[in-house]
């Protein structure tokens, strides 16, 4: 038998879902057409967060890397070559992010290089790049690579990746939430184990969206660099670069990000649509 305040919790949990389904319907895919890649619009589960509130916490973590590098003398000083190149690439790139996204005209951004060893880059909301010595080093990145790499981070803070896992989250665990009131109720569990179930359930929903946004990234971030003037046939030696750096990695299907082969092939798949722009810019 129902109780009233459990009826409550649901009622309420119902709403916040509806809400959460009614926003990913309405901000479906757009099929107009535009010259360059084809990703359709943001997904509207980015809008059950606020956008400012997550470039202010991408600020303040932004702010702690940084102090936290400098700290061990790993933060690249402003004469470092590297980082020069970094930002001598950024500046070329950064003209054509407007399109994606209408918050960039507020974004400051910024480029900096800490001393790892990590294969690894990112750029946070609000337009805040890190680089790891590492990616470059290891890899050997050309300057059409960098470029490559810098798009495809670009690309998730312009497309707005980081808050729509936030939104999915939010949304995820009212169903969980909602799964463990119904269970409890209706069929006498305990409901805290119904809920723990359920939020397993609620991961296993939000890992393709992992590997989707990846490869959205990867779409757009060949468009930028080549709209920047960069060859986006990089993108296919970067990867070829990242599956030789990579052996043993898990299978596909236990990731969040697409496998090695899988990226070059939608690369090379979508070449056609992004080669016209590079290709102009060397007229």
């Known amino acids: 038998m129902f109780h009233l305040n459990a009826l409550k919790n ?7 879902v509806t809400i959460a389904v009614a926003a990913f319907v309405v901000w479906a895919p757009n099929a107009a057409a535009r010259e360059g890649v084809q990703v359709g619009e943001a997904s509207g589960f980015s809008k059950l967060v606020p956008a400012d509130q997550v470039e202010r916490q991408a ?47 507020q974004w400051k951004w910024e480029i900096n290089l800490i001393g790892s060893n990590q294969i690894n880059a990112y750029c ?11 990616i470059i080093k290891t890899l050997n990145l050309s300057d059409d690579e960098i470029a490559v790499v810098m798009g495809h981070e670009m690309a998730h803070a312009l497309r707005e990746h980081a808050r729509e ?8 665990q009212g169903l969980a939430r909602l799964g ?20 397993g359930g609620a991961n296993l929903l939000t890992l393709k969206f992992g590997r989707e946004d990846e490869s959205e990234a990867d779409l757009v971030g060949m468009e930028l660099a080549a709209r920047a003037g960069f060859d986006p046939r990089a993108g296919v030696t970067l990867w070829q670069k990242m599956a ?19 990226r070059i092939s939608d690369m090379e798949a979508s070449l056609p649509q992004v080669m016209p722009l590079y290709e102009r810019t060397k007229k």
């Open 10 to 16: 649901m009622t309420g949990l119902a709403s916040a």
């Open 59 to 105: 600020a303040l973590q932004y702010r702690e890397t940084l102090a936290e590098a400098a700290k061990q003398q790993a933060l690249a000083p402003a004469d470092n070559a590297q980082l020069k190149r970094l930002r001598e690439i950024a500046q070329k790139i950064i003209p054509f992010a407007n399109e994606w996204n209408p918050r960039v005209s």
């Open 165 to 172: 896992r936030m939104g999915k989250s939010t949304a995820t």
């Open 244 to 262: 030789a750096a990579n052996k043993g990695a898990p299978p596909q299907w236990l990731s969040t990000h697409p496998s090695s082969s899988s």
């Open 124 to 134: 946070m909301p609000g337009g805040k790049i890190v680089f790891y010595t590492g």
């Open 180 to 199: 463990g009131l119904l269970a409890s109720s209706w069929l006498g569990i305990d409901p805290n184990l119904a809920d723990a179930v359920a939020q």
